[in-house]
């Protein structure tokens, strides 16, 4: 099973859901797939273990440093109407007209229009792009005509949200490739504070999370994630020391497939921990789409 069919709608909530749909690799190498997860998915034990770390002291403390350091990257931005915001720059040196400087001056519900650029490329040489309002909108020329590429740095879109939290980003017509971050979760796109990610017509590709906790090498969604003609491909989830959740999309609220595939993602932990009560257990790689 390479991923989820197209002209499919899929919402997954439990557990047992990604199981059933896992595309992924466990400590010992044994490919989790549709037809083999009875023996091969780990134990009832592991749910349990499985909310813990990704909701314990640690995981929450990284992940508001994690946030407290985005909104340290923010500017004073004067309050006006949302309207839509030209990139007129392909460059990533923080002058006028590139996406770094459009985005740092963005409002809550603004439209970052990318899509009257002639490059292919946007390449990130200062770090992923911080995203400091509630909700906004990335619109490209199409996925096959430009990339913000993360070169392997940072995660490519951090969206931190503002201060009421819980809100979307939204993506169409772009492709966003080679994320990487560690200790925590989304290489490609990673949102905070209950923050959501819906994509149209994009795809999120090559992009890794590493590290303790990691999670969603694609995507990491504190939220909810919708995929509409955008498919997930190769990203990867390689913990370090508990388990890799979600190669390419990791969702704590609901996930949403439509017309879309998550295809050719890893998830894997490198070995075991030592757990409550002494108790030592197998790290796993879990789910090439984990919601």
Excluded at 34 to 47: D, E, K, T, Y
Excluded at 71 to 95: E, F, H, I, N, Y
Excluded at 164 to 178: K, P
């Amino acid at each position: 099973m390479n991923g989820f069919a197209n002209n499919t709608r899929l919402r997954l909530k439990p557990l047992s859901a990604c199981l059933a749909l896992a595309l992924c690799v466990s400590t010992s190498s044994t490919a989790l797939t549709a037809a083999q997860p009875a023996h091969a998915a780990p134990g009832a034990g592991f749910a349990a273990r499985h909310t813990i770390q990704r909701t314990g002291e640690g995981f929450l403390r990284m992940q508001q440093e994690r946030l407290k350091r985005g909104w340290l990257q923010a500017r004073a931005v004067a309050k006006r109407p949302a309207t839509t915001l030209p990139v007129t720059s392909c460059a990533d040196d923080g002058s006028g007209g590139t996406l770094r400087e459009v985005v740092a001056g963005a409002v809550d519900g603004d439209t970052v229009d990318l899509s009257a650029l002639t490059c292919s490329t946007i390449p990130l040489a200062q770090g992923g792009i911080a995203i400091n309002v509630d909700n906004l909108s990335m619109v490209g020329p199409g996925a096959d005509k430009l990339t913000i590429d993360g070169g392997g740095m940072d995660t490519v879109l951090n969206f931190f949200g503002g201060s009421g939290g819980g809100g979307t980003l939204q993506i169409s017509g772009l492709t966003v490739a080679n994320g990487f971050y560690e200790d925590f979760g989304g290489g490609g796109i990673w949102t905070g504070q209950g923050g959501s990610v819906e994509l149209t017509n994009s795809v999120v590709t090559n992009s890794t999370s590493t590290g303790m906790y990691a999670s969603g090498g694609g995507i990491f969604a504190a939220g909810n994630v919708t995929l509409v003609n955008s498919p997930v491909s190769n990203n990867t989830a390689s913990s370090s020391k508990y388990d890799g959740i979600g190669g390419g999309v990791y969702a704590k609220g609901d996930l949403t497939v439509v017309n879309s595939t998550i295809s050719g993602n890893t998830a894997k932990a490198d070995g075991s921990y030592v757990g409550y009560y002494g108790y030592t257990y197998d790290g796993y790689g879990l789910g090439g789409g984990r919601a």
